[in-house]
């Protein structure tokens, strides 16, 4: 989403804090305390970072017609891979092996406490409930006294189901991208992306009891009925879809052999301005000829942070950020084109 917004140069929301990609996250959106505000008249184009959904106050700084995008993940997964970012597994001193993680998913109102990861940011129970239990619907806007209010839950799935234009199904990754593409009018290069952030595990659900590995779905019941609901209606948005499995082999090519070319270039800085023969992406009934070069290959490879940077000091050049950083943004400018700015 931010090479989206790079490449077609649109206003991004940036946060009002320093080398910092949240906007306000774990707590509510409030743009007044999270962001840098726009120019009188002005509104945004795309938000991208980390943030708790708030339809009310996003609507008053994103321009008119804006579209809502977001990823629903398996809730097993998702609780897993909680589980280990927020090192429950070590406050609570049971451990990081399957054995612990069972321990964990028999007993979860016990052991889940809030991490010391949160220590730093004065989070308390009254505040952030749970790092584990439902938190792609808090992610959201859904409220933690909720969670065990049907009534609240099921009116909060209708909400996102009407509220959001297209829900991505990471497990579906491929097949959601090429839809939303479709749905969008979005182009081929608009889509292509490269993995990062991708935090290694030696062991997953396969060692994980059937049994206990079910409850992950009974400890997060409204992230499960969310994730039922993306399911549905990425079913109900390939119907009538016309050679869908030809596109889809063909991104999943494409993206290959991107990922493949755009390697060469992860240890490039400005004294080394290596500049390989561009890759050519034939044009097919489903995309137009295009190259991947150097321009192409960096913004996918640059961490999240450095793209807002890029972001915040192409709107707003007078920020104290960007006049302390001058020199390294003409680096980041540099790898990018490719010329010393």
């Known amino acids: 989403m931010q090479k989206f917004a790079y490449r077609h140069n649109l206003s991004v929301v940036v946060p009002l804090l320093d080398d910092n990609i949240a906007l306000g996250w774990p707590y509510k959106f409030m743009p007044e305390r999270n962001i840098v505000m726009p120019p009188a008249g002005r509104k945004f ?6 943030v708790v959904y708030n339809r009310t106050v996003m609507d008053q700084i994103m321009e008119p017609q804006t579209v809502y995008i977001t990823v629903i993940r398996d809730p097993q997964q998702h609780l897993l891979s909680s589980y280990t970012y927020f090192a429950l597994n070590k406050d609570n001193k049971i451990g990081e092996d399957p054995k612990a993680y069972e321990m964990f998913l028999n007993d979860s109102k016990r052991y889940d406490s809030l991490p010391n990861y949160f220590i730093g940011l004065n989070v308390s129970r009254t ?5 584990t239990r439902n ?41 959601s991208l090429v839809l939303m593409k479709r749905k969008l009018c979005w182009s081929m290069q608009d889509i292509l992306h490269i993995y990062k952030n991708r935090k290694g595990q030696s062991w997953g659900y396969e060692k994980i009891n059937p049994e206990s590995a079910q409850m992950a779905y009974t400890w ?11 399911r549905k209606k990425l079913n109900e948005a390939r119907k009538g879809q016309e050679k869908l499995e030809e596109e889809m082999e063909l991104f999943e090519n494409i993206q290959e052999s991107i990922t493949d070319f755009c390697a060469t270039m992860k240890k490039w800085n400005t004294t080394n301005l290596y500049d390989p023969e561009p890759l050519v992406i034939e044009k097919s009934e489903f995309n137009e000829e295009f190259l991947v070069n150097r321009q192409f290959c960096v913004p996918l490879l640059l961490h999240e942070n450095y793209l807002t940077l890029i972001f915040k000091c192409r709107q707003f050049p007078n920020h104290r950020q960007c006049k ?12 990018i084109h490719g010329v010393h700015v």
């Open 324 to 335: 302390e950083n001058i020199n390294f943004l003409h680096e980041l400018y540099s790898l």
């Open 45 to 50: 184009q795309a938000l991208v970072n980390h």
């Open 127 to 131: 505040q952030i409930k749970s790092l």
């Open 135 to 175: 938190l792609q619907s808090a992610d959201l806007g859904f409220e933690y006294r909720d969670f065990d209010n049907n009534d609240a839950i099921q009116r909060f799935v209708r909400q996102i189901e009407r509220e959001f234009a297209f829900i991505i199904v990471l497990e579906r990754l491929s097949e």
């Open 220 to 230: 997060s019941k409204v992230d499960t009925l969310l994730y039922n609901l993306a």
